[in-house]
């Protein structure tokens, strides 16, 4: 599991370096599904978030949605109602964010 940790770190430092912030908030947001599913949710809920600042940045709104959505998953194993239901606004606001650019680029694409 370590090893495809640094793949994932990896990823993502190639995308920023090259410029192409959309990929890396991409990278940020399989490598928070990732540790999601370890259950290392402090970790996660870093990578998430940087994942939905990176997304929002470059406009890649859906990305931010899929975030906000895991980060909603995180509080709700973390039994935190409140959280729980912020996210779920965050992600809601971000696909409507999504739902109103014009191109007709399906969801979770570049």
């Not at 909603?72 to 965050?90: G, N, Q, S």
């Amino acid at each position: 599991m370590e090893l495809l940790n640094e793949v994932l770190a990896a990823f993502f430092q190639t995308q920023v370096a090259q410029g192409d912030f959309g990929k890396a908030a991409k990278a940020l947001f399989i490598h928070g599904t990732f540790l999601t599913h370890l259950a290392k949710f402090d970790e996660a809920q870093s990578s998430l978030r940087r994942a939905s600042t990176y997304a929002i940045q470059t406009a890649n709104f859906d990305i931010a949605a899929l975030a906000h959505i895991r980060l909603a998953v995180i509080a709700k194993a973390r039994r935190d109602k409140k959280t729980f239901a912020d996210e779920i606004k965050r992600a809601a606001q971000m696909a409507k964010f999504r739902a109103t650019q014009p191109s007709s680029k399906s969801f979770g694409t570049s």
